[in-house]
Antibody, heavy 126, light 106 residues
Framework: QLQLQESGPGLVKPSETLSLTCTVS??????????WGWIRQPPGKGLEWIGS???????YYNPSLKSRVTISVDTSKNQFSLKLRSVTAADTAVYYC??????????????????WGQGTLVTVSS | EIVMTQSPATLSVSPGERATLSCRAS??????LAWYQQKPGQAPRLLIY???TRATGIPARFSGSGSGTEFTLTISSLQSEDFAVYYC????????FGGGTKVEIK
């Protein structure tokens, strides 16, 4: 059973860089059928996709965050990572990692996130 | 840019009753829509993908329908464990979530 686990500091100072790692267990990150993604959720609010990465290193990001985000992958460790630069209080959120499924049939493609990690709260404060 | 709108924001339902949740896209997303359930302090859980296919292990009381811009999640007979927040998610150029519908006990 595939499991994902986020790890990293729970407190980051304003203007610094938020760094998180997602460790994948129970399966290989190097599968051609999946992307891997980061999603965040500010306290009491909804879900926001941050970006996704393929095992080859190909990435795509939410345009609203693109200038501050870098996602990378380490296939030898079965991990992928998130860096968010120049953080402010608005970046305080629970950060989730998840597998992004890609499924195409009859010329139509479908995408969904499953499974998800348990999430980790990152607070931006001095 | 596509906008996803979920309604209502809050739905008050008695146990055993039917709940109908709506998700509307500002432009067509074909059938590329997923539904998630989130309980307090937990990560979202996939319920439905491809607008109408239940994920593994999801009870039959959950059903999804729709295509294009109008989608519905129906819970046929609400159980106590179904009171939660539900999100829809589309994928056009990138993943985008709706604002959520909270299903609460009436």
């Amino acid at each position: 059973q595939l499991q994902l686990q986020e790890s990293g500091p729970g407190l980051v100072k304003p203007s610094e860089t938020l760094s998180l790692t997602c460790t994948v267990s129970g399966g290989s990150i190097s599968s051609s059928s999946y992307y891997w993604g980061w999603i965040r959720q500010p306290p009491g609010k909804g879900l926001e996709w941050i970006g996704s990465i393929y095992y080859s290193g190909s990435t795509y990001y939410n345009p609203s965050l693109k200038s501050r985000v870098t996602i990378s992958v380490d296939t030898s460790k079965n991990q992928f990572s998130l860096k968010l630069r120049s953080v402010t209080a608005a970046d305080t959120a629970v950060y989730y990692c998840a597998r992004l499924m890609l499924y195409c049939t009859n010329g139509v493609c479908y995408n969904w996130f499953d499974p998800w990690g348990q999430g980790t709260l990152v607070t931006v404060s001095s | 840019e596509i906008v996803m709108t979920q309604s209502p924001a809050t739905l008050s339902v008695s146990p055993g009753e039917r709940a109908t949740l709506s998700c509307r896209a500002s432009q067509s997303v074909s059938s590329n829509l997923a539904w998630y359930q989130q309980k307090p302090g937990q990560a979202p859980r996939l319920l439905i993908y491809g607008a109408s296919t239940r994920a593994t292990g999801i009870p039959a009381r959950f059903s999804g329908s729709g295509s294009g811009t109008e989608f519905t999640l129906t819970i046929s007979s609400l159980q106590s464990e179904d009171f939660a927040v539900y999100y829809c998610q589309q994928y056009n150029n990138w993943p985008l979530f709706g604002g959520g519908t909270k299903v609460e006990i009436k």
